[in-house]
């Protein structure tokens, strides 16, 4: 069965510091990826997708992703980080039937 | 932006009732999700619907649950006899076509439901 490994599940950065949340994906020829962000008590909100094409996706809130086959990863990034990023990450893979397998989350802690 | 709606967005209810939640998907789209995430847990997947049946669901999906679509807007996610357990926030989720032609998944604010 699919699976999506996110090894992080708390990480601790000062505002204005770069970021990057690592998410595996497990298989896929052609794996349809997400990261979705959750404030407390809130929804899931997309943040970029990869379907395929460009390795290098950006997404809202200057977001962007590497999608890399060779090392099954699909790892999130941000140059610099506000306080407003504070949130939870879930990095999803779509399987064959249209549905979505999620990982276990991180939650990303702003230091001031 | 079109955003897929759920009620109530939070309910309370005794162990044993019946609760029925409800979501209004995006309108074109053509796939129904319901996803659950217990407390500080993963996101979970319950079922999926398309031409008004269940394309898929997860062994958490088992006899207690049900999925409708009433009118030809509404998606609702019954739970017949409610168990502790089932304390989650329950997220609707809807998307136009599946992923191949590039389409992804939305979701809405999510339905916390507290069982007692």
């Known amino acids: 069965a699919q699976s999506v490994t996110q090894p992080d599940i708390h990480i601790t950065v000062s505002e204005g510091a770069s970021l990057e949340l690592r998410c595996n994906y497990s298989y896929g020829a052609t794996p349809y990826l997400f990261w979705y962000v959750q404030s407390p008590g809130q929804g899931l909100q997309l943040l970029l997708k990869?379907?395929?094409?460009?390795?290098l996706v950006q997404g809202i809130k200057g977001f962007e992703a590497e999608f890399k086959r060779s090392q099954s990863s699909f790892n999130l990034r941000k140059p610099s980080v506000h306080w407003s990023d504070a949130a939870e990450y879930f990095c999803?893979?779509?399987?064959?039937?249209?549905?979505?397998?999620f990982g276990s989350g991180t939650r990303l802690l702003v230091r001031p | 932006e079109p955003e897929v709606t759920q009620t109530p967005s939070h309910q309370v209810t005794q162990m044993g009732q019946e609760v029925i939640l409800r979501c209004v998907p995006i309108?074109?789209?053509?796939?129904f999700y319901w996803y659950r995430q217990i407390l500080g847990q993963k996101v979970e997947f319950l079922v999926s619907?398309?031409?008004?049946?269940?394309?898929?669901k997860s062994e958490i999906f088992d006899d207690q649950f049900s999925v409708e679509r009433p009118d030809g807007s509404n998606f609702t996610l019954k739970i017949r006899s409610t168990k502790l357990e089932d304390s989650a926030m329950y997220f609707c989720?809807?998307?136009?076509?599946?992923?191949?032609?590039?389409?992804?998944?939305?979701f809405g604010e999510g339905s916390w439901l507290t069982v007692v």
């Open positions: 990869y379907f395929s094409g460009d390795t």
């Open positions: 989720a809807s998307s136009p076509e599946g992923f191949i032609s590039g389409n992804t998944i939305y």
């Open positions: 999803a893979q779509g399987d064959s039937s249209y549905k979505l397998i």
């Open positions: 309108s074109n789209h053509l796939y």
């Open positions: 619907f398309y031409n008004n049946e269940i394309s898929e």
